[in-house]
């Protein structure tokens, strides 16, 4: 049989398995892109053997000069300073974005299909309000600064209801009794998320350098939405945070003995002070136990404690301390605002803090303070 009837007998079987089975979509629709231009590849080439095409004709086995779509939203971030993980989040979106509308161009597409995405996210994967506005921004992003084209009216796009939440929060018993279920670096870290209102990835990313015990304060660098603030050190963990840093500092000697001892600095710092990555102020506070090995240039380092250790631990200590509550590493700084307006403190103090843009993020906690219904007494305890 010819090989070009082969080729068309295989094309209509894709053809029919396109239309019977939905589930390997996808996958079939690139192995049969993947078929045609090897099939255009196979025919320009034995053109060009006989002479009857010319190398200038066969465009399409030469790469094009223009990067990925994947690798143009990945420069338009980075070189507006998003974070890594809002990168991550962004791409994710343009991709399922793509694959919604069967690995259509998103410059092909536009409103109408914009808005069927986002219906579809609201009615039929019933996402939260939170999670379909990440996905609305991640759009505006690739079609504003990626494809240069405005986003027209949506039109009536079905939008997820916005519930209110209030925080969970532990009392002042429960937060002690999950503390006291801690040990070592891990009772540190928690330590000083709940005696200083930090969010889990601001305490790993401490260096040496942000911890300053003689003003009994933290220094935290590039928080959320990219902002510095200070907060308080509790007076409490300072000793067991020295010894904790001297035995780190031990670690970090044996490592520059070794030849080693490098930490990632934030952008191109490394480049500008190319002996700071080995300098005691710019290491971690929680480094991990193990080194990491750069296979490009060979170096070795220690990256800072993975989340999902102290995540891991912090669960364990909520069961053994038998709360019913879902209390997490953020449960924390729940707590540590809620319990700073029940000693008295003001609204703006605690907003600074926290380092809330708005101090209407705050307000939450008024709504969850231990006086029971809005502070209201109950006329059943009066009876």
């Not at 990168?87 to 092909?108: G, L, S, T, V």
């Not at 990219?226 to 840093?245: A, N």
């Not at 044996?254 to 952008?267: F, M, N, Q, R, T």
Request: net charge positive; aromatic share 8%.
């Amino acid at each position: 049989m010819p090989k070009n009837d082969r080729g068309n007998r295989f094309n209509g079987f894709l053809e029919h398995i396109l239309n019977s089975n939905q589930r390997h979509r996808t996958f079939l629709l690139l192995l049969k892109d993947d078929l045609f231009n090897f099939q255009r590849f196979n025919t320009s080439k034995n053109n060009l053997a006989m002479g009857t095409e010319t190398p200038h004709q066969t465009r399409f086995i030469s790469r094009s000069n223009t990067p990925k779509l994947m690798d143009q939203v990945k420069s338009a971030l980075r070189s507006r300073h998003y974070s890594r993980r809002t990168e991550q989040a962004y791409r994710n979106w343009i991709k399922r974005f793509i694959y919604f509308h069967h690995i259509r161009h998103p410059k092909d597409m536009g409103e109408l299909e914009i808005n069927a995405f986002l219906s579809h996210l609201a009615l039929k994967e019933k996402v939260s309000s939170s999670t379909q506005n990440q996905a609305l921004a991640a759009l505006l992003f690739l079609y504003r600064y990626v494809i240069n084209r405005d986003v027209g009216d949506l039109g009536n796009v079905a939008r997820a209801r916005k519930p209110r939440h209030l925080p969970v929060v532990m009392t002042r018993e429960e937060a002690k009794s999950v503390l006291n279920n801690l040990t070592g670096d891990k009772w540190l870290m928690a330590t000083i998320m709940y005696g200083g209102g930090l969010r889990l990835m601001e305490c790993l990313r401490l260096r040496v350098q942000d911890i300053d015990f003689s003003k009994n304060e933290i220094l935290i660098r590039d928080g959320k939405g990219g902002k510095d603030r200070r907060t308080m050190l509790p007076v409490v963990v300072k000793q067991p945070l020295q010894e904790h840093l001297t035995h780190v500092k031990a670690i970090h000697a044996k490592d520059l003995a070794a030849g080693w001892g490098h930490v990632e600095l934030p952008d191109a710092l490394d480049r500008k002070y190319p002996n700071a990555p080995k300098e005691w102020r710019w290491q971690w506070v929680f480094p991990q136990d193990n080194r990491w090995r750069d296979d490009k240039t060979g170096k070795e380092g220690r990256h800072h404690v993975h989340e999902t250790i102290i995540q891991r631990a912090v669960a364990r200590a909520v069961q053994k301390a038998q709360l019913t509550k879902r209390a997490t590493c953020h449960t924390f700084r729940h707590s540590f605002a809620t319990h700073l307006l029940e000693d008295g403190y003001d609204i703006r103090t605690i907003q600074e803090l926290l380092g809330h843009k708005d101090v209407k993020t705050t307000m939450i906690y008024t709504h969850v303070l231990n006086r029971g219904g809005a502070g209201v007494k109950s006329p059943l305890d009066t009876l």
